[in-house]
Nanobody, 130 residues
Framework: QVQLVESGGGLAQPGGSLRLSCGPS????????MGWFRQAPGKGRERVSC????????YYADSVKGRFTISRDNAKNAVYLQMNNLKPEDPAVYYC???????????????????????WGPGTPVTVSS
């Protein structure tokens, strides 16, 4: 069974950067959309960013706008999250998620992009500390 695998998490200093990567563990049809969520200890899961496959529409949580950039490599079926200017509120386990190739999304919006993400990776931890 093909799974999503994240990498790139770790420790960064406040104001520093990390780049998360995510892709399938084996061959799989192209994902319709891909994205990132995060969950900090004692908190609920939070949407971070979502990107479509076709025209690369991107969506960001207000808390990361201007600091995080999502991108994808369709040839590799991979998604990336460049995190700059990391803040003390950013530490969490970051989860990659994807919408299968057959996802039916009538109208792509921020809401439908996130709602289409049903395949999850195990998560990668991000720590921000000096």
């Amino acid at each position: 069974q093909v799974q999503l695998v994240e990498s790139g998490g770790g420790l960064a200093q406040p104001g520093g950067s990390l780049r998360l990567s995510c892709g399938p563990s084996g061959p799989t049809p192209a994902y319709y959309a891909m994205g990132w969520f995060r969950q900090a200890p004692g908190k609920g899961r939070e949407r971070v960013s979502c990107i479509s496959r076709s025209d690369h529409n991107t969506y960001y949580a207000d808390s990361v706008k201007g600091r995080f950039t999502i991108s994808r490599d369709n040839a590799k079926n991979a998604v990336y999250l460049q995190m700059n200017n990391l803040k003390p509120e950013d530490p969490a386990v970051y989860y990659c998620a994807a919408a299968p190739a057959g996802a039916v999304v009538v109208t792509l919006t921020e809401e439908t992009c996130y709602n289409a993400l049903i395949t999850w990776g195990p998560g990668t931890p991000v720590t921000v500390s000096s």
